[in-house]
């Protein structure tokens, strides 16, 4: 059977964030082409839908390759981070709600299974969501936009210089948090949220990996 765009895209995201295709691995649409059985014309349009997302850069006479976040801008987006998410706690916590408890809850048992399913990709999905909708709830919607950015670009940095461990309850449980938040607990709340990206940062491993010749038919077909 043939697969959709959107199934295209989740198989290429996924080997991207497994580190299946590590930062700078060049995306040869052929090559993609023969191993999904689509045109090149489908497989163009998955990469350009990758590239608005930063996953991947395309760049004129070079074609596609997965993009690879300098270990600066690691460095930068999380320092933001850490200064910018603990500080919204206080406005989060006044606007919380029953349904608001509810539905993170909800989000902490989805990021639960996925790590006990060993599910990376979507494990680190559904932390920048979580961390994206906090924001939202604490009734800043400029700030929450710049948390959703710096959230996206941090998927990208976990994916290059993480592991497992980035988005695991080593790191910290969400649920944590959330039973902070209940108790109205706004100064240990903040130091949660500091500690938690700080942890996260201290798990990447920033150092520049080296490419290595992939074989596109066997990765998407077996």
Known sequence: MMLTDDEIYQKILKAIVEHQLPPGTRLPEDKLSEAFGRSRTGIRKVLQRLAIERVVEIKPNK????????????????????????????????????????HFRKMVEAEHLAEQQGDLAQSIQLTAKFH????????????AEFIGQLCNRSSLIIAAYGSNKSVS???????ELLDLIDANSEQQAIKWMEHHLLTIKGSLTLKSKSNQAINFHQLFTE
């Open 63 to 102: 074609g596609a390759q997965v993009s690879s976040p300098s270990e600066q801008e690691a460095e930068e987006v999380f320092a933001s981070r850490i200064l910018i998410e603990p500080i919204l706690m206080p406005d989060l916590i006044s606007r919380w709600t029953k349904n608001n408890a509810l």
């Open 132 to 143: 994206y909708e906090l924001a939202q709830c604490a009734g800043n919607s400029v700030m």
């Open 169 to 175: 309850c080593d790191c910290g449980d969400h649920g």
